[in-house]
């Protein structure tokens, strides 16, 4: 009878162990299961950490792209997947530039894992200048300026930006004119005048020119900075009349006014009329008595 009961017991604990034992080999299957795949040729392949990306690339090759088109909406916001463009200055050139001078500037970005989108060039001075990889600008302010240049790509992550030094040289105008010639003459007889100015950065310069009558010369030239001109004008009536001159160099930068007063009469052109009347009278009459 105790012999039974023992053999019972054995029985019991040799039931209990082999429980354990098919536990143990159920549970490692199935972590074996989550942490391997089967590629296309029937061997496993191991998914590093569980990743749900590496499964999603698995499913991918498995089942095809078209099954999967939103696999990669996750991976385009985690920064942690994506390398940061990189971005280039090309040139930025004149340097230095004088105010108001065109300015082009070339810059082009590179991206290892994706494209560039989005571009921006800045100034420590007159902040962002423009969204472009390439573009031209006679805005600057003169000054000194660190100008910036960074890239996007289509992950949203910028560059780190690159940086270069602008000169732009603050432009002067050119003086007020010089204005030479006579202070007198007749209505009806052109005068002739000269004009002349100096440009402090021997740039070319035209002249607008006003001659008191209601008459004006828009903006001649050009000409060069130190260049003597001559323009000559016709007044109609007697009086006085003020000969007004300005400058303005290829970038605008206007002179202040020159001056000239001048005075035409009007006797001596009815004088000089009525000697050229008699005069060709004469010459007439003379020729009729001689035939």
Known sequence: MKEIKDKGQKNIFDIFVLMIVVFTLCFTSVMASSNFINDSDGSKGFIQG????????????????????????????????????????????????????????????????????????????????????????????????????????????????????????????????????????????????????????????????????????????SYGYNEEISVSHTWDQKGSYEIKAKAKDIYDAESDWGVLQIQMSHYKSSFRFIFQYFFQQFIENNLYFQV
């Not at 989108?117 to 000054?143: C, P, R």
């Not at 310069?205 to 006003?210: G, L, M, Q, S």
């Open 50 to 221: 569980n990743s749900i990306t590496a499964l999603k690339e698995k499913y991918r090759t498995q089942m095809g792209d078209d099954v999967c088109d939103d696999c990669d909406d996750d991976d385009d916001d985690d920064p942690g997947l994506n390398d940061k463009p990189e971005a280039f200055i090309f040139l930025v050139e004149p340097n230095p530039a004088h105010e108001n001078e065109v300015i082009s500037f070339e810059g082009y970005g590179e991206d290892s894992d994706g494209e560039i989108v989005d571009y921006q060039w800045e100034s420590h001075i007159d902040g962002i200048i423009k969204n472009m990889a390439s573009f031209t600008s006679d805005t600057l302010s003169a000054g000194n300026h660190d100008i910036t240049f960074t890239v996007k790509d289509n992950k949203n992550a910028w560059s780190d930006p690159v940086s270069i030094s602008l000169e732009v040289i603050e432009n002067q105008a050119p003086q007020s004119p010089a204005i030479a010639g006579k202070g007198s003459g007749a209505a009806g007889e052109e005068c002739s005048y000269t004009f002349i100015t100096v440009d402090p950065e021997q740039n070319d310069v035209y002249y607008y020119i006003e001659w008191g009558d209601g008459s004006i010369e828009e903006w001649i030239g």
